[in-house]
Each structure stands twice: as structure tokens, then as C-alpha cells.
């Protein structure tokens, strides 16, 4: 089982930045995919961001041209930055890998709060 440790939420004005940080407990060398997840109140989870092992980048087309996915390896973390942000990007924010064949192993991260005030 692959451990996740986000961290990087918190409340921020319409227009400002975050970072958020995913620490992973294995070499994200051995993770296929590395994603970002949020969830607003009564809304289901939506994929935000992922990176492919290759280094190929997704983004939800609401934040495009704002919010950017990373990797660092040689810390084992994932970051997304996020500029500027919008009210309706407020959620609680997680991360995600899928590693093995076939990608079947499945880890989610505790999640971090992002409130964006207007």
C-alpha cells in the first residue's frame, strides 16, 4: 500500500496562488499515474490534474492555463500549483496514484482544504 501526505491548502482571495504537496512513501519512479482530485460540497470527485509515468499532463478544462502538475523524484512528491484561483475552485483537494500492472493499485491521500474567498 502506497501512503500519501498532502499539504499545502488553506484560505486564499480570488486571484491568489497555492501550492499543494503530495508526499509519497515509495519511488514515484514505480507510480503510472500521480493525479489531483476535489470535491466541493454536494458535488461529486472530479479529476483536476494527473501526470503519466512518461510525463504526459492532463487537466480538467476549468483549470486550464491556471493550475499546473508536477513531480519532483528525487523528494517523491507531486505538486500542483495553483494560480489564479476562483471561488468556485473551492474544495477539498486529493491526491491520487495508481501503480502495478495494469495500474490496479489504487491510493488516495487524507485530503487538504482549499477555500477561495471572492
Known amino acids: 500500500q502506497v501512503q500519501l501526505v498532502e499539504s499545502g491548502g488553506g484560505l486564499v482571495q480570488a486571484g491568489g496562488s497555492l501550492r499543494l504537496s503530495c508526499a509519497v ?5 514505480s507510480i503510472n499515474i500521480m ?3 476535489r ?3 454536494g458535488k461529486q470527485r472530479e479529476l483536476v490534474a ?7 499532463t492532463n487537466y480538467a478544462d476549468s483549470v486550464k492555463g491556471r493550475f499546473s ?9 507531486v505538486y500542483l500549483q495553483m494560480n489564479s484561483l476562483k471561488p468556485e475552485d ?3 483537494y486529493y ?4 501503480y502495478g500492472v495494469g495500474s490496479f493499485g489504487n491510493s ?9 474567498s471572492s
Open 25 to 29: 512513501s515509495r519511488s514515484i519512479s
Open 35 to 37: 493525479g489531483w482530485y
Open 39 to 41: 470535491q466541493a460540497p
Open 50 to 56: 494527473n501526470i503519466i509515468s512518461g510525463g504526459t
Open 69 to 77: 502538475i508536477a513531480r519532483d523524484s528525487a523528494k517523491n512528491t
Open 90 to 92: 473551492t474544495a477539498v
Open 95 to 98: 491526491c491520487n496514484v495508481r
Open 108 to 116: 488516495w491521500g487524507q485530503g487538504t482544504q482549499v477555500t477561495v
